[in-house]
Structure formats: C-alpha cells, structure tokens
C-alpha cells in the first residue's frame, strides 16, 4: 500500500527498501546500477549522523542527541566518500541540519540531488 505525505510524495519499496518518494527510489535504482558496474561502492540507505551530541545544561535538564538522516551514503572511485540527500525544496529544518552536518564532517562530500 502507498500513502502520500503532506508534500505528496508517496512511499515507494524496492529490493526490500522503503524511501519516501519516487525520487528518492529512482536516484536508489541510479546508484544501484553503479555499484554494479564497480563505479561506486559500499552504498548505504538512510545512514544516520549525529549532528549535536546529547547534554545536559545547566538546569540538569538532558537533552536527547541531534541526528541527520541521509538518504545515501557510498564510496565514489574517485571521489572518496559521498552523502547525498533527494530533495524537491530545502525546508528549514534541513537547511539548519545541513549546516550543522557538513560542520560536524566537512570531510564528505555532501550532494543534494534534485
């Protein structure tokens, strides 16, 4: 069964992975085929970073981690290490968790496919 969300998109299963929209599983299908033909390598689905860890402040209150949910994760043969993120449009909460990711690993290569 597909449901939409509130952007329209709709659920999508293929090879026993969920993504949330067709987007997001054409790009899976793209990188799929590429790990294939040795192009790219080690490709992950929805890696999670922690972007702040958990604390607590000054009122002994805890606070719980912060963390960013990509939508890929893989080797490139040339390139090193490549996190990508599907996108329609950058909502607010992405593009302050965006800032705080490639702060927390500027050494990956971050890459938002449209």
Same mark, same amino acid.
């Given at each position: 069964?597909?449901?939409?969300?509130?952007?329209?998109?709709?659920?999508?299963? !293929?090879?026993?992975?969920?993504?949330?929209?067709? *987007?997001?599983?054409?790009?899976?299908?793209?990188?799929?085929?590429?790990?294939?033909?040795?192009?790219?390598?080690?490709?992950?689905?929805?890696?999670?970073?922690? !972007?702040?860890?958990?604390?607590? #402040?000054?009122?002994? *209150?805890?606070?719980?981690?912060?963390?960013?949910?990509?939508?890929?994760?893989?080797?490139?043969?040339?390139?090193?290490?490549?996190?990508? #993120?599907?996108?329609?449009?950058?909502?607010?909460?992405?593009? !302050?968790? %965006?800032? %705080?990711?490639?702060?927390?690993?500027?050494?990956?290569?971050?890459? !938002?496919?449209?």
């Amino acid at each position: 069964m597909t449901r939409s969300n509130k952007y329209n998109n709709r659920r999508v299963e !293929i090879h026993g992975h969920k993504f949330d929209s067709q *987007k997001e599983a054409d790009r899976y299908l793209i990188l799929y085929s590429r790990v294939q033909s040795g192009e790219i390598s080690s490709l992950e689905i929805h890696p999670r970073y922690e !972007i702040q860890p958990a604390f607590t #402040d000054n009122k002994h *209150k805890k606070h719980r981690a912060i963390y960013y949910e990509a939508d890929f994760e893989y080797m490139d043969n040339d390139y090193g290490l490549i996190v990508e #993120d599907v996108k329609g449009f950058k909502t607010a909460v992405f593009k !302050i968790k %965006m800032k %705080m990711f490639l702060r927390q690993y500027p050494f990956v290569d971050f890459k !938002i496919v449209k």
